[in-house]
């Protein structure tokens, strides 16, 4: 252990998408970094916007009791990103300026930026910046890389397998194909651990290109084989040629064309992201938040904490910042839900 500074300065933010477990971290890092080190809080409004309008204020340890169970953020979030752009308004100052120029008026030590993919790059570019920056990953699509996990991929799979539960009972008295969407962007996590809980007969994700023909014939197999209803659950990242329908509904339609088949369409949305966390988001996210308190007292800056084999380690920024963690095809669960019969179209 390196050497502990007391009583250094904290500005916290949270941007991009909302999750839940994100309150959890905020008061992980406070209440560690109050309690133990003696140190000062102050919470960014909206994430970088904040930090480019000044908007803040300081947060006690007082602030930080019972937002342990809240959803979304208590700092409110924006998908700001100050770099984007830059150097086309020739007589503009900066954003990255103003936001150097506010971290020192502010009396900054550090910044914590708790975020995904987007948020994490902006924090890298600081840190290179000169900026003393730590970095929390939180996404519900669970596509950092450099970590096994994120905060609120847990709890927007309870959410979607919940709601893929409810849907088997309603296709199962219809004899339909039910279709589900979840979110993820461009990775399949949300819709292969949700489409697994679920028991999802098919499986579609960005990583795993599909075949309509192949979704055909092994859903018309299934009504042969004396099972009259099927639930296909799909991420809302995979390949859709209909650019102004959802993947759930060009795919429900294209299955009801290829086979007869009665198909129904549902995209849970924002539901996954809403609401309070899952006991393990919330383990994880104060995982983080005392991990990150911990290495600022260290001054160990421009790193994300992150869980490795289910110990918390620390990344540097630059090896995380512009790489996307995807399901590898070959992914063991892919393997073993294709050895049970799951279907992902190809
Ligand atoms: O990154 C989280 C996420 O919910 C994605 O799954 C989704 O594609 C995106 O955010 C939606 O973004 P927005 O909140 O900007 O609509």
């Given at each position: 252990m390196g050497k502990i500074v007391r009583g250094q300065k904290i500005g916290i933010l949270t941007a991009g998408g909302d999750c839940p477990g994100i309150n959890a971290a905020i008061r992980g890092v406070g209440k560690t970094a109050i309690v133990k080190y003696g140190m000062r809080l102050v919470g960014i409004s909206d994430g970088f916007t904040g930090l480019i309008t000044k908007e803040y204020r300081e947060l006690t340890e007082h602030d930080l009791s019972g937002i342990l169970t809240l959803g979304g953020t208590i700092l409110g979030t924006s998908r700001e990103k100050p770099f984007k752009g830059m150097g086309k308004g020739k007589n503009e100052i900066s954003k990255p300026v103003l936001i150097k120029e506010h971290y020192e008026q502010m009396g900054l030590d550090c910044l914590v930026c708790i975020g995904g993919n987007g948020t994490l790059k902006t924090a890298n570019l600081l840190s290179q910046e000169g900026l003393n920056v730590v970095g929390i990953p939180k996404t519900i699509d669970n596509d950092v890389w450099g970590t096994d996990l994120t905060f609120?991929?847990?709890s927007a799979v309870n959410i979607?397998?919940?709601?893929?539960d409810r849907l088997h009972s309603t296709a199962n008295s219809h004899k339909r194909i039910?279709?589900?969407?979840l979110m993820g962007h461009n990775a399949g996590w949300i819709a292969l651990y949700s489409g697994i809980a679920g028991g999802g007969d098919v499986i579609l994700i960005p990583e795993i290109e599909y075949n309509e023909e192949k979704i055909a014939e092994y859903l018309l197999h299934r009504v042969n084989e004396n099972k009259p209803y099927s639930i296909v659950v799909l991420a809302e990242g995979i390949k859709n040629p209909a650019k102004d329908r959802s993947a759930a509904?060009?795919?429900?339609?294209r299955i009801n064309e290829m086979t007869g088949l009665e198909t129904r369409e549902t995209v849970l949305g924002y539901i996954q992201r809403g609401g309070t966390p899952s006991p393990m988001d919330r383990v994880l996210a104060t995982r983080y938040g005392t991990a990150a308190a911990d290495m600022i007292a260290e001054r160990d800056f421009g790193k994300m904490v992150a869980l490795k084999d289910n110990r918390i380690v620390s990344v540097s920024l630059g090896e995380v910042s512009g790489k996307l963690k995807l399901v590898e095809p070959n992914d063991p669960l892919v393997?073993?839900?294709?050895?049970?019969?799951?279907?992902?179209?190809?």
């Open positions: 609120g991929f847990d979607a397998t919940e709601a893929i039910m279709i589900i969407e509904q060009y795919i429900s339609k393997i073993q839900a294709q050895n049970m019969g799951t279907s992902f179209g190809i």
